[in-house]
């Protein structure tokens, strides 16, 4: 059983680029939360999601990023117009379906800003 | 909002001692604690985790305590070997399906 999948594991961007995301869940898992790590920190939750659905946005800035979870295919986590201070790791965590709490991280997209 | 709190931020023991990390949180609603271990570049691992209905767990030489009633919970390490060295993170959460709060982690160094 393959565990989270997450892609790019490191990406590169100047400053006024678009940094796009992808996490894949493990199977059977039907919720995925994004969390963001700066060096040196802890770990801060951005947004959770289930299929076709935002459930919390509220660690999320309202400006330049969003979040989605088609139906098909990958999570993605989209950065517009990324600034220095969008440096940081970014994981990407999933939970089964159903009553459980339990949450398994992906690897992280390591992202610098130039 | 929830909130935890981590200490202490760095610890340094001897082979083979003990390694005690605590938290507290303060939303009294939160009823799901889990550690994570995170290796330098590497993605937080669960390692432990306890609910609000049990006290105690243990899980070979790792043990986590929970007092509801003080809101702090605590992880325990015996028997530290060098592998043990890395950063945990404390975390709650008040809902299955919600999303965890972290403390601000603890650098553990276990000197051989």
């Known amino acids: 059983n393959a565990g989270v999948m997450q892609n790019p594991r490191h990406l590169v961007r100047r400053r006024g680029q678009e940094a796009r995301l992808r996490c894949s869940p493990m199977k059977g898992h039907s919720h995925v939360y994004w969390y963001r790590q700066l060096p040196e920190e802890g770990l801060k939750f951005m947004v959770y999601l289930q299929k076709e659905n935002i459930i919390d946005e509220s660690g999320m800035p309202k400006e330049r990023f969003s979040a989605e979870f088609p139906k098909e295919g990958p999570s993605i986590l989209r950065i517009q117009q990324v600034v220095r201070g969008d440096s940081a790791a970014y994981f990407c965590?999933?939970?089964?379906?159903?009553?459980?709490?339990?949450?398994?991280f992906g690897p992280g997209t390591r992202l610098t800003v130039t | 909002g929830e909130n935890v709190e981590q200490h202490p931020s760095t610890l340094s023991v001897q082979e083979g001692d003990s390694a005690v990390i605590k938290c507290t949180y303060s939303d009294s609603a939160s009823n799901y604690f889990p550690w994570y271990k995170q290796e330098l570049g590497k993605r937080p691992q669960l390692i432990i985790d306890?609910?609000?209905?049990?006290g105690e767990k243990k899980d070979q030489r790792i043990a986590v305590t929970l007092n509801k009633t003080a809101k702090h919970f605590s992880l325990h390490i015996t028997e530290t070997q060098p592998e043990d060295s890395a950063v945990y993170f404390c975390a709650a959460s008040g809902n299955a399906g919600n999303m965890l709060t972290f403390g601000g982690g603890t650098r553990l160094m276990v000197k051989p």
């Open positions: 306890i609910r609000s209905n049990v």
């Open positions: 965590a999933s939970s089964p379906q159903g009553d459980y709490y339990e949450q398994y």
